[in-house]
Nanobody
């Protein structure tokens, strides 16, 4: 059974940092594209960043230069280092995975999702 479990969310002041983790189990995720999405209250789900199985990464413009996606050595853990956080980064952050190719921002293309972790940035 595939499971994605996010952790690391919390309350932080603007300008602060958080590191989110996503522990994946049930598959060998080294061949999976893994990504972070977020959903702010009253807004649509938004793509944040993706890590392809090749090692390449891509970040949305809204977080480029502040957030960094990475994987652990075993490739079954996904991270999101978030620096210089802003109040507009407040959202529930979700980990997602898909075997093979995927259009980064196409949420429907991801087969597996975690339950999400809340990030709240105060001004």
């Amino acid at each position: 059974q595939v499971q994605l479990v996010e952790s690391g969310g919390g309350l932080v002041q603007a300008g602060g940092s958080l590191r989110l983790s996503c522990a994946a189990s049930g598959r060998t995720f080294s061949t999976y594209a893994m990504a972070w999405f977020r959903r702010a209250p009253g807004k649509e789900r938004e793509f944040v960043a993706i890590s392809w199985s090749s090692g390449s990464t891509y970040h949305a413009d809204s977080v480029k230069g502040r957030f960094t996606i990475s994987r652990g050595n075993a490739k079954n853990t996904l991270y999101l280092q978030m620096n210089n956080l802003k109040p507009e980064d407040t959202a529930v952050y979700y980990c997602a995975a898909n075997y093979g190719g995927v259009v980064p921002g196409d949420a429907a293309a991801y087969n597996y999702w975690g339950q999400g972790t809340q990030v709240t940035v105060s001004s």
